[in-house]
Each structure stands twice: as structure tokens, then as C-alpha cells.
């Protein structure tokens, strides 16, 4: 049998990203076979993401990535399942590694990136992830991305620790203003820019519990289109960039809208992503599984 030596292990580690016991095992069983044990590793490895695949991934982090020029520029949203895998640093330098991806080579979806070739690393973004499932026990799965590409304006970016990430395509002002509208957005959570970009069906379900809930009042008939109208306007101030108040205005009233005017600068584009939102996530009761196994082992 061939001698397995400490180097060998360690280049294998390097070159599939898996644990050191693993790579080991593998160089033994392919009897010293560098090529042979790496495509064993690869092979288990996608067997485990594969089997892990069909586990929710509802935590994660979320990452951007900015050119240096400030004028391309992506966010990302990465899954797995427990919020310890997510606190990983191989788990949040992949999503970042992924965000910068996204930026630098603008695949048309999940499906073409995974193929690319993965920033700061060896590999694809798939055969990456996969040789992160294999090392984290976990299921992870890349959920979304925007991507940003400006020729007139600039990019902006905030993070609100890793779980709430926001993307800023914007002109006029400078970088300080960028990020305070980035973490305006972060705490707000404005659905658009302006009216136009809010969906047409929400718009018209305010204004139909608005009249519904004067009628109900006791309100006059003639007055219900005008006291539905005020009711829409308030929710559009509340659900668009521009009409929220600044969370830092001294004031407490200036808009969005206004400071972006005195700063003469204007919004493009936004983007915001929450990770886990929408998702269903399992809710474990503990107690109801200790006390099924309690009851089938009496019986």
C-alpha cells in the first residue's frame, strides 16, 4: 500500500475544502491516488448535498459585494438550516464569495451560477457548495440575488449585522448619504421607490377596508371616495422611500424625498433581503417528542 503522508492530506484538504480525517480516509482507500481519492470525495460529497437538499433552509446570511469603482455591485441571500452553520466562517465566506460572483461575471439566475467559476476560489459555485455541505453536516442553498451594474450614478451597501442586507443604485450626494438611505431602508422597509412601484392590488384592498370601515362609522356616502382617497395617500406615504420619514431626521418629519432634494441627488434602484422571509420555518416541539417516545416505550 502506498504511503499516505501528511502533505498529501493537507493538498487534498485544500483542493476539495473538507475535513482532514475525511481526506485521509479517501487517500487511503484509493491507496494513495491523489486524482482517484479526489473525485471519490467529490462524488460522496454530492451524494450528501443531494440528500441534505430536501431539508429547509430558513437561516443564513445575507452579503453584498461592491466594485471598488462603486458602480457594480450585488447582494446575495445564502440558506442553511441551523443559525450555528450560519455563524460559520467557510459558511459566510462562501456567501460572500457568492456575492462577489454575482457581481463580477452577471449570471442570468441561480441555475448559470452555479456553474461559474466561484471569486477567491477553486472550483465552481456548485462544487463549492457541495463541498460545504459535505464539511458542515447541513444543507445550504443559494435562494436569490440582484445585481447591480451603473454607468450615471453610484452604489451604495449596508448590512444590519448578516441577516437584513440592502443594495443602493443612486446619484448626487456622496457616500455618507448613500449609506444613511441604505440604513433607512434597513429599518423601514419601504416596498418601493414611489407609488408606481407598489402593487396595484394592495393599493385598491386599503381603499376598499377604507370605505368598508367609514360606512361601518356611520360616515356619509358622499364622503366614503374622499375619506378612502386620504387612507390610500397615508399608506403610500408609509410603503414608499420617498414619502417615509428619515429615520435620523432631527425634526422627526423630514422625508425621504425631501433630504434627498436638499442634497440635490435622486434614488435609481433598491434592493432589500431579509433572510428567511417568507419561508415556512418547522417549529420543533421538544416536548411533544419526548413525550411520544415516553409513551412508545411504555408500550
Known sequence: MAEVTASMVK?????????????????VEA??????AEEQLRIKSGAKASKASSRVTAE?????????????GAVAEVNCETDFVAKNADFVAFAKNVAETVAKNNPADIEALSGMAIANGSGSVEETRKALVMKLGEN?????FERYATTTGKLSSYLHGSKIGVLL?????DEFLGRDICMHIAASKPKSIDASGVNPVEIETERRIAIEKAREGGKPEAML????????????KEVTLLGQVFVKAEDGKQTIEQLLKSKSASVTAFQMFVVGEGIEKKVE?????????AAAAKS
Open 11 to 27: 493538498e487534498l484538504r485544500e483542493a476539495t475544502g473538507l475535513g482532514m480525517m475525511e481526506c485521509k480516509k479517501a487517500l
Open 31 to 36: 491507496n494513495g491516488d491523489f486524482k482517484a
Open 60 to 72: 443564513g446570511v445575507v452579503s453584498t459585494f461592491i466594485a471598488p469603482d462603486s458602480k457594480t
Open 140 to 144: 445550504v442553498s443559494i435562494r436569490r
Open 169 to 173: 443604485d443612486f446619484a448626487g450626494g
Open 225 to 236: 371616495e374622499k375619506i378612502a382617497d386620504g387612507t390610500v395617500q397615508k399608506f403610500l
Open 285 to 293: 416541539d421538544y416536548a411533544a417528542e419526548v413525550a411520544a417516545a
